[in-house]
């Protein structure tokens, strides 16, 4: 029974070792592409980079309960597009996107404009998603037309 426990402990300390080094190689990734792009982001506590764009104008408090009418492009670091919402306006509840999104898009205010480089923590994590491989890196250009 003790050596089921201290394998069990052993096994999460390599488990969370294993996600720190993963984030740790995100926010490499992440770093060297603003870099080599020249690309002026701030990084959020919750490591994720953003750069505004256009600040919109209003006073909404944008949450988790809000629809936002938005047109965006989100590709990946390699430059290929993996989506586009058709090219035309989408509407979204905000709380039902991936994280990156629901830290992100409240910097600005209607109007505006964002780029979001989301890590793999707060977008699609160790899953692929259509043509997103796991564990990557995403780059998002959004343009919040409406909030409501």
Request: aromatic share 6%.
């Amino acid at each position: 029974m003790i050596k089921i426990k201290y394998i069990s402990v052993i096994l999460l300390c390599v488990a969370m070792l294993s996600a720190c080094k993963k984030e740790e190689d995100a926010d490499k990734q992440i770093t060297d592409y603003i870099a080599a792009n020249n690309i002026t982001a701030i990084k959020d506590a919750s490591g994720l980079y953003y750069q505004i764009t256009k600040p919109g104008t209003g006073t909404a408090n944008i949450n988790a309960n809000s629809k936002i009418t938005i047109t965006y492009v989100g590709k990946l670091l390699n430059g290929n597009v993996f989506d586009n919402g058709g090219g035309t306006q989408q509407t979204f509840t905000l709380g039902q996107l991936i994280q990156g999104w629901q830290i992100g898009i409240p910097k600005i205010q209607k109007g505006g404009e964002i780029r979001l480089i989301i890590p793999p923590n707060l977008g699609y994590g160790n899953s692929a998603a259509g043509s997103i491989p796991a564990n990557s890196v995403l780059d998002f250009t959004i343009q919040l037309i409406n909030v409501q």
